[in-house]
Each structure stands twice: as structure tokens, then as C-alpha cells.
């Protein structure tokens, strides 16, 4: 029953959930004194925004100080906040995500600047009524798309009314690059307009700077060919030089006639490269070129053209001291012109550049910037319009699983706390209590203590990249089926299917009935062992006596090993052998003679305390043990994993446990399978079940455990 906290401030309620006590928040109240509310009385410390089945939108402005979780401090400051806007905190516990704008508290600073937003809001989207949503507030382009400024420091084309601004804004989104404006539009903020103007001037003293052209409108192309020739019109200069120093060796400097001969048998259209290798012109020993006189094939062209350019009319040589006039001309303009400043805006034409710097529009701009970032303030009170019905909507939901855990133990199926991701359809089962796994180093270090059997799965989909992995506690029903590479199904929250594979099986007890026939199958599974072993350890030593059998053969028929004979057979020495065996079955019968007799004197009541007895030797300590691990189930370590800090022990009882797994439930009607296994018979059936029980009872009648019942055991197992 809930009740009242003493010796506090506030009147707190509280209720005991999951084997602890937990404050109530159940009203505005409530959540107003938050601050007042002892932390050690809160069931979580800390959770993490991202990966829980709630609003991550709501969780990020929920986190005031942006470090990626929610912490107290986080809730308090939320609540003091939204409480103290509202004329009526108890709208907080309904979490609808749309209100009446009369509802912000006008006497609350915060809640008078919510509501003039929110009306803003309604405004600016051509809407009636004084009822804004979350919809609405989350909208944020339709919100600004028909305001001139909206605080964020971003003009767009709408920002400017003059015609000579809006060309400057075009012009500046063309070059130098955008920012997008709130409404959506592509815009410019104080850096780009800066940028922009600096980069103009810079385009503007770089083209004022230009040298004269060298060759008028062929200078581009004389730069190439003069580019491209340089290097082979100084190499035939300094050859021709050398020649003249040796004329002895001007053959040798000039084109061999062995490299003309080599090719000379081939298709020479195919050799450009090789003839491009020979000396430009012939090496005579004179320092020029005569364009009257044969040039190389491979060059010729380039070099006629570059002449008609360079030289005078009247000049058919180049000497050297024209070819490095000619190329200091070039240099200065190549100079110039590798040294260009403000490359961005060229591609607006000189023509237009000049325009832009003349008209001079980056003050106004500037101005444009000042006036939109003057309702900066007010933009952002609209932003937490957005932020108020976020929070709205989903704060006490977070605080029913954050301050208490409500929602986890809460009777109704179809409430799910939110760190509850989905449904495992398992071996006839579905389990809900599926949780996402976000660190698996972190779950096998302290996921076992929780005391739950967990199954983990990873999990994949079509409609999704990529894999999750999740842990789910199965809390009711058998185990035997559940094995590592099982194959299932998991739907989340929002109704995907998954395909899951278990990975990784944590064991611990389902329920006290399970434990109880527990110690019966593990016997049984032992047994199977012993047998399975025993006849394949037979089989072994069969397959390898017949084996060497079999290789021994052919070596004795070679050796002409005769025959052994079997020797006759010696009852003599088997006489003890059958001794033996008479006296053990003569012990034998008299031991069940005497149990026998013993059950006769027993009185009904001996008997079935005899038989409670029994059950209870073999099933009692595992059935014990069990019921002591499930009192201990809890939950914290499994969120612990996950990043959270529980600040409170959250146990899952033994019913609470049968709640969050569905065993599937079929009608109770009376089928014949005519493919079904031919069992024992009744009678069958009962013989082996008092053969057991009979052998239990001899086991401990021998052994003295049955002398409170006055059935001591039998002189010759007395202890000595």
C-alpha cells in the first residue's frame, strides 16, 4: 500500500515494485519537486540517450548538457523548466504531443516566450486556432519559409528586396559556396559575404596587373608551341655549337644513318617517336635554324606555325638569340598569369566582377546578416516550442522508467519499458523481455548475474543493413530444446521480423518444477553417457581385434602356422565363478524378501512418508537451490551492460517472471496421433515405477537414512 514519506520537504508517495520501495509520480506536483527528491531514492542514475525504444529527439533535448546521457541533474533542470511553463503541470502526466497555447504559463518567463512563439508559429504557417502540435513544431522549413530573416545569421534571396542585393547573393551562392537557411533555401552568412568581396578584389588587381599581350590573340597558342619546342630547339643549338668546336664530330651529332637504316624496311608511319628523337634540323655546324631548309618531319609542323607567330615577316632563321628573346617575352605573361588570384570568381567574367565591386553591395548585405541574427533570440524560443511538446509528450514516460519502474512492472502486457526492444518466438514461446545488446564484452562480464536464462541472438533483416544483437530471458517453460545455432524469430517494437540465431545461452533456473526433475534428467543424461560410451569403447575394440584379425591372417597361412586348436572346456575352473553368482542372487533375494516384509509392516502413513521421503532426497536441494537463484533475479545487471547506472535492485519474482515470457496454449481436446510411438503399457508403466521407487528405497534403508521411520538398516552394513 502506498504511503507517505516522513521527515521530507514534499509529501512524497510510495509504493514497494520489484522488491524495493519507489517514490510515486503520479502528478505535476510530482514532477515540480523533482529537486527535492533525495537521489538515493532514485531507481536509475543515468541512462544512455541513443538505443531505447523512446523519442531520440526527446532523450537529446532532455539532455541538457549534451554528454550523451540522462542524468539527474538532466531530469531536474527538464522538470523545473516544463512545470514552470505550464499554468497546469499535471498535462505533463497525460504526454500528448499537441497543446493549447493558452495553457503556457504568462507569468512564467519561459512560458510567455513559448507562447509568443508558438503563436509565431501558428502564423507564420497560416494557421487557425490556438492549437499548435508536434507535427507543426518539428516543420522547421514550412515554419520560416515565408520570413525574410529567422535568427540564424542566413540571408537567402527572399532576405533582400533591392535588385542589386539579390544579384550579389546569386553571384556569391555561385562562387564561393551556401549555407542552408532554416527555411531550407540555400543562403550566405557574414563569412561567405566577406569572402566573396575580398575574392573579388583579388580576381580585380590580379587582371589590372596583366602584362601586355606578347602576341596579341595568339599568345595562348604561341605559349604552347613555344612549351612543347623548347627543349629540342636548345638541344639543336647546343649540338650545333659542339659541332663547330669538332667539326670532325658533326656526323656523329646528327642523325645516324644505322637508326635510319634500322627502320627504314618498316612502316614509318608507325615510328613517330623515333624519328621525334633525331635532332630538329640538320647539325652543320651554323647555330640556326633555316625554315627554307628541310626539318624534322616530326616537328616541322609545330615549329612553321610558331614562326609565322614569333618572327618577323621578312625573317625565315632562328637563331638563339631570337628563340631566348622570344622566351622571356613568354615568361613575363606566364608569370603573370600563373599568380592568379581569385581563381573562385572568374568564372563570373571580368566584365561582371568589375559590376559587382563598382555597385559595392557588401555593406548592405552585411546589414541583411544584422537584422535576421536581431531575432536570433526569438528563433530560438521557437526551437523550444519544438522542444517544450517533445518533452511533453515523452518526459513522464522517461520518469515512469527512470525515477521508478513503472512501466517494467506495470500489469498491463501491452506497456513496455523502454529499454524493452521486442518479442523472441522461441520453442513454443514468446519472450518479452528482449533487451538490445550494445557492448557484448561488457554483457559477458556482468550479465550472468542477473540470474535469469538468457539467450542471445543475433539478428538480421532484408529490410534493414547490418545485424543487432539482442539478450532475452526465458522465465518460464523447459530448456532441453534450446541450443547455440537454434534459429528464431524477433520482432521489434515497431513490428520488423528478424531472423535470430542464438549465439550464446547464459544457464540459470526457470522455475522450481523445472529444478525439480533437474537432478532426474541429469541421471538420465548420464546414464545415456555411460551407455553411449560403453558401446562405442565395445565397438572400438571390436572393429580393431577384427582389424588385426584380419592383418594377421595372410601372415600365418604363409608361415604355415597349424591350426590351434580350442582346448577342451574345464568346468573345474568355473566352479567358483558359479558360486559366486549363486550367492549374490541368494543376497539379492533375501534383500528383497526383506524389503518386501518391511513394506508389509509399514503403515499407510509410513509408506507415504516414506515415498515424500525419497522425492525429497533426490529433488529437494536442487529445487532449493532454485528457488534461492530466482529470489535473486534482477535486472540491473542486464541495463548495467548497457551503460546504465540502477541505483536500486529491481527483482523479477517468481510470478512477475511467468508474466514476461507467453507459453503457447493450445485447447484442451483429446487427439489421436496415429503416427504416435507405441508406448508401455499401464501395467508396464507402474511395474518400472515401483521397480524405481524399490530401488530407492534399498538405497536408503542400506544406508541408514530411513532409521527415523524405524527402518534401521541391516546388521551387515552397520558401521563398525
Not at 606566364?334 to 572568374?346: L, P
Not at 580350442?566 to 565363478?577: E, L, N, S, T
Request: hydrophobic content about 45%; glycine content about 6%; overall charge negative.
Amino acid at each position: 500500500m502506498a504511503k507517505k514519506g516522513k521527515n521530507l520537504n514534499y509529501k512524497w508517495e510510495f509504493d514497494n515494485v520489484g522488491g524495493t520501495t519507489r517514490v510515486k509520480i503520479r502528478s505535476g506536483a510530482d514532477i515540480a519537486h523533482l529537486g527535492e527528491l533525495d537521489p538515493t531514492m532514485w531507481t536509475v542514475l543515468s541512462c544512455p540517450v541513443k538505443g531505447l525504444e523512446i523519442d531520440e529527439k526527446s532523450m537529446a533535448y532532455i539532455d541538457t548538457d549534451k554528454d550523451g546521457k540522462i542524468r539527474v541533474n538532466d531530469v531536474v533542470a527538464t522538470a523545473k523548466w516544463a512545470t514552470g511553463a505550464l499554468k497546469n503541470p499535471d498535462l505533463l502526466v497525460e504526454g500528448k504531443s499537441s497543446l493549447d497555447i493558452n495553457e503556457f504559463n504568462g507569468e512564467n518567463p519561459d512560458g510567455l516566450a513559448l507562447r509568443n512563439s508558438a503563436r509565431q508559429i501558428l502564423r507564420n504557417l497560416g494557421k487557425e486556432g490556438d492549437v499548435i502540435s508536434m507535427e507543426e513544431t518539428s516543420n522547421i522549413a514550412a515554419i520560416f519559409a515565408g520570413t525574410r530573416f529567422n535568427g540564424d545569421g542566413v540571408i537567402t534571396d527572399a532576405s533582400a528586396e533591392d535588385e542589386q542585393d539579390k544579384a550579389a547573393i546569386a553571384a556569391a551562392l555561385e562562387t564561393i559556396g551556401k549555407i542552408d537557411d532554416r527555411s531550407g533555401a540555400p543562403g550566405i552568412d557574414k563569412d561567405i559575404i566577406e569572402n566573396f568581396y575580398k575574392t573579388l578584389a583579388e580576381y580585380r588587381g590580379w587582371l589590372d596587373a596583366a602584362p601586355e599581350l606578347p602576341f596579341g590573340e595568339n599568345t595562348d597558342t604561341a605559349i604552347a608551341l613555344y612549351t612543347a619546342l623548347d627543349a629540342k630547339v636548345k638541344d639543336f643549338f647546343m649540338r650545333s655549337k659542339l659541332a663547330a668546336f669538332t667539326p670532325d664530330n658533326a656526323s656523329k651529332l646528327d642523325v645516324q644513318a644505322g637508326r635510319i637504316e634500322a627502320i627504314s624496311s618498316e612502316d614509318l608511319s608507325g615510328k613517330a617517336d623515333e624519328i621525334a628523337s633525331y635532332p630538329i634540323a640538320s647539325i652543320t655546324g651554323k647555330p640556326e635554324i633555316s625554315l627554307g631548309s628541310a626539318l624534322n618531319p616530326a616537328w616541322e609542323s609545330r615549329l612553321r606555325e610558331l614562326a609565322k607567330i614569333v618572327l618577323a615577316p621578312d625573317t625565315d632563321t632562328i637563331t638563339e638569340e631570337i628563340w631566348a628573346k622570344t622566351g622571356a617575352r613568354i615568361a613575363a605573361y606566364v608569370s603573370w598569369k600563373s599568380a592568379k588570384a581569385g581563381a573562385a570568381v572568374e568564372s563570373l567574367g571580368e566584365v561582371k566582377v568589375r559590376l559587382l565591386l563598382e555597385q559595392d553591395r557588401k555593406e548592405s548585405l552585411l546589414g541583411l546578416v544584422t537584422a535576421d541574427l536581431e531575432l536570433k533570440a526569438e528563433s530560438e524560443s521557437i526551437d523550444n516550442v519544438d522542444r517544450f511538446l517533445h518533452v511533453l509528450k515523452d518526459f513522464y514516460r522517461l520518469l515512469r522508467n527512470f525515477i521508478t519502474f513503472d512501466d517494467f512492472y506495470c500489469n498491463d502486457k501491452s506497456v513496455k519499458a523502454i529499454f524493452q526492444s521486442g518479442t523472441l518466438i522461441i520453442d513454443q514461446r514468446a519472450c518479452h523481455l528482449c533487451i538490445n545488446v550494445e557492448d557484448m564484452g561488457r554483457h559477458n562480464s556482468t550479465a550472468a548475474a542477473s540470474g535469469m536464462y538468457l539467450v542471445y541472438c543475433d539478428c538480421t533483416t532484408q529490410s534493414k543493413p547490418g545485424k543487432i544483437t539482442i539478450a532475452a530471458a526465458v522465465t518460464a517453460g523447459e530448456v532441453g530444446d534450446l541450443f547455440v545455432g537454434k534459429n528464431a524469430v524477433y520482432y521489434d517494437n515497431a513490428g520488423t521480423e528478424w531472423d535470430a540465431v542464438i549465439t550464446k545461452i547464459i544457464e540459470n533456473p526457470i522455475s522450481v518444477a523445472q529444478a525439480f526433475w533437474s537432478p532426474y534428467r541429469r541421471m538420465a543424461k548420464m546414464v545415456e553417457d555411460l551407455i553411449n560410451k560403453s558401446a562405442a569403447d565395445k565397438d572400438a575394440k571390436l572393429m580393431k581385434d577384427a582389424t588385426e584379425k584380419i592383418n594377421a591372417a595372410p601372415a600365418a597361412t604363409a608361415s604355415g602356422d597349424a591350426k590351434q586348436v580350442a582346448p577342451p572346456f574345464d568346468i573345474g575352473k568355473f566352479v567358483g565363478i558359479f558360486a559366486a553368482i549363486g550367492m549374490a542372487l541368494g543376497m539379492i533375494g533375501t534383500a528383497i524378501a526383506t524389503i518386501f516384509d518391511k513394506f508389509i509392516d509399514l503403515s499407510l502413513m509410513q509408506l507415504v512418508l516414506v515415498f515424500l521421503a525419497i522425492i525429497l532426497i533426490i529433488s529437494g536441494p536442487a529445487m532449493v537451490m532454485a528457488w534461492m537463484k530466482l529470489r535473486r533475479r534482477n535486472i540491473a545487471p542486464l541495463l548495467n551492460a548497457n551503460g546504465w547506472a540502477i541505483n536500486a535492485s529491481s527483482k523479477i519474482s517468481i510470478v512477475f517472471g511467468e508474466t514476461l515470457t507467453d507459453l503457447a496454449k493450445f485447447p484442451k481436446i483429446k487427439l489421436k496421433d496415429p503416427y504416435a510411438r507405441k508406448g508401455l503399457s499401464p501395467a508396464a508403466r507402474i511395474l518400472i515405477t515401483l521397480a524405481v521407487l524399490g530401488i530407492a528405497f534399498l538405497a536408503l534403508w542400506l544406508t541408514g537414512l530411513l532409521a527415523w521411520a524405524g527402518l534401521a538398516a541391516p546388521a551387515l552394513f552397520h558401521c563398525c
